[in-house]
């Protein structure tokens, strides 16, 4: 029987890599996507992509009811992928800005899960893969918003992981790090729309730095890789007989992963704040 998993975000970057690298692994893939112009290129390709938007929750429900109505009530794994950036210092984010991407970073998400779980249940086994970040390690500078939705995402996905031991239910994190996708430029609307910089107390902070970066891009960062490489830990994740519960993938991340285990707080905050 054809094994079938639902991948969310995949437009672009992690998403659409990983929904093109699972259907070469025979595959089913359900390739969902916020936007309906998004759905419609992607069913040109010859994907199943239901409308799934994480701030919408009758469209997370009915995207996942699609799903069920065409596999006869099977998923095999959800991946869960779909995020956006916020960037901006932290005393510069308005609460509602912070709800705002907790609604597609963190709540959605928690909202989908949830929803699969009992399907995952009643066949007796199922995948759950999360894409963290490495910004669910170690916290940088500008990046706090995000940050605090993938702290968030560790915590849960953790204890989900203990309460699902023995169910048959596997969980577990992808941590990419620097992966070429479009989150910069998705970030922008974002920040324009709740970050008031010009009367900020760290304006010159800003044009020194975070603008430059957010509106110049200088080409791939340091260690940057392909989307193909998350691709080849969500392989493992969905096949493997004893899935890891965390996966890294670029060289930032294992460096993250060592900063948080071994270094101090303050060691790890004098490293960081040079970024």
């Not at 040109?44 to 596999?71: H, K, M, N, R, W």
């Not at 869960?80 to 705002?100: C, M, Q, S, Y």
Request: aromatic share 10%.
């Amino acid at each position: 029987m054809q094994k079938t998993i639902l991948i969310t975000g995949c437009s672009s970057g992690i998403g659409y890599d990983a929904a093109l690298g699972m259907r070469e692994q025979g595959w089913r893939v359900f390739a969902s996507c916020r936007k309906q112009a998004d759905c419609d290129r992607l069913r040109e390709e010859g994907f199943d992509s239901p409308l799934i938007d994480y701030t919408d929750a009758a469209s997370i429900a009915s995207g996942l009811q699609e799903v069920l109505d065409a596999t006869g009530g099977r998923l095999d794994v959800l991946f869960n992928n779909g995020a956006h950036g916020f960037p901006g210092a932290v005393e510069d984010i308005p609460t509602d800005g912070l709800r705002h991407i907790f609604e597609t970073n963190f709540f959605g998400w928690h909202e989908l899960t949830r929803r699969v779980i009992p399907v995952m249940r009643d066949q007796g086994r199922g995948r759950i893969i999360q894409c963290s970040s490495i910004l669910g390690l170690v916290a940088f500078p500008w990046r706090g918003a995000y940050v605090a939705t993938k702290y968030a995402l560790e915590g849960l996905t953790d204890t989900l992981r203990l309460e699902l031991h023995g169910s048959g239910i596997e969980v577990s994190l992808i941590e990419p790090g620097p992966i070429t996708s479009k989150l910069r430029e998705k970030a922008i609307p974002i920040f324009e729309r709740y970050i008031d910089w010009e009367n900020s107390a760290l304006r010159e902070k800003y044009e020194s730095s975070l603008l430059k970066r957010l509106y110049h891009s200088s080409g791939p960062d340091t260690f940057e890789l392909p989307a193909s490489y998350v691709t080849k830990r969500l392989v493992h994740a969905a096949t493997a007989a004893r899935p890891r519960p965390r996966y890294y993938v670029t060289t930032p991340t294992y460096i993250g992963g060592f900063l948080r285990r071994i270094l101090s707080t303050r060691a790890t905050d004098r490293i960081l704040t040079r970024l």
